[in-house]
């Protein structure tokens, strides 16, 4: 099956990504000329998700490198004029920014509180299309918008995979209110001590100062050296401490995801309680647009 991303497979930037290879099909063997950068891979992704998106439809923008691909898709689309009567719902201050620098036309969950469609990266995917959101810190609007939309795909370059929400190591990042944040952070800490958690405050990079959300809050960033186990029992151990606002794992809210790879990009919708998986190869990619 050909997917139209010709321009993928020459690559503006060489560096080449060294990633574990994704689940293709067999038949899908690499093609050793192609060199695909991390960002090409998101865009990819990202264009594969915006197929979805049809005219009149409200759509949940997300936030993030990934996301950003996608919100420019849109946005050229409708300049095409193969996309029309778009309102996009954004999810950050800054994807606000992007979608009317780009002029896609905006609302917000008060005048559209059902999404028809939301497209967002993801920091972490479990097998069950679980996630971890908000290592760009936006998880609050995030997740109001995506638990708000009939249908949210997910999309995320191969090095987001992971075998459990926690797994990569990095952070899970939860909002909390600054007054006494380290007492919460003590109090999550606590929470997970089974798990071997620790936690830090999140601040800025140029500042040194705390990082504040775009709704005024900070970040504790969570990580965990096992397993927290049971995801439903963890949201409601954090939701219940006073003084936390949101938490970065989006449980069952993704309805499918698309995942780009070295080798190709594998799709996963939930059926019901099933996962369908299509693959396409970059080879498959080749044939169809490269002769
Ligand atoms: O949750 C997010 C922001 O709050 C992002 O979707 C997530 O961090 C992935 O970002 P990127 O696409 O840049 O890797």
Avoid at 267 to 283: A, C
């Amino acid at each position: 099956m050909a997917v139209a991303y010709p321009h993928f497979l020459v690559s503006e930037n060489h560096a080449t990504v060294e990633q574990p290879a994704l689940m293709v099909s067999p038949a899908a063997a690499p093609c050793p000329s192609v060199t695909l950068t991390q960002d090409d891979l998101k865009k990819i992704a990202a264009y594969k998700a915006v197929e979805h998106v049809k005219s009149g439809m409200v759509v949940g923008l997300g936030t993030g490198s990934t996301a950003k691909h996608a919100v420019d898709r849109i946005a050229e689309l409708m300049r095409k004029g193969k996309l029309k009567d778009i309102i996009g719902i954004p999810t950050s201050k800054k994807t606000h920014e992007q979608a009317v620098s780009l002029g896609i036309p905006l609302s917000d969950l008060d005048s559209h509180p059902v999404v028809d469609l939301a497209i967002d990266g993801a920091d972490e995917v479990d097998p069950g299309l679980n996630l971890v959101k908000g290592r760009g810190g936006s998880l609050l609007r995030e997740k109001m918008v995506e638990s708000a939309s009939k249908k949210f795909i997910v999309i995320v370059d191969e090095s987001k995979l992971v075998n459990y929400v926690g797994g990569s190591g990095l952070a899970m990042p939860v909002e909390v209110i600054p007054f006494c944040w380290n007492h919460s952070l003590k109090r999550l800490v606590t929470l997970f001590a089974d798990a071997g958690c620790a936690g830090e405050l999140r601040k800025c990079a140029e500042t040194g100062e705390a990082f504040v959300t775009d709704n005024g809050n900070y970040i504790i960033d969570l990580y965990f050296e096992k397993d927290i186990g049971d995801l439903n029992e963890a949201s409601d151990l954090i939701l219940r401490l006073p003084g936390i606002v949101e938490h970065g794992m989006f449980i069952g809210l993704a309805t499918s995801l698309i995942v780009a790879g070295v080798e190709g990009m594998a799709v996963k919708t939930k059926i019901g309680n099933e996962l369908e998986v299509d693959s396409f190869s970059y080879t498959e990619l080749r044939n169809g647009f490269l002769v």
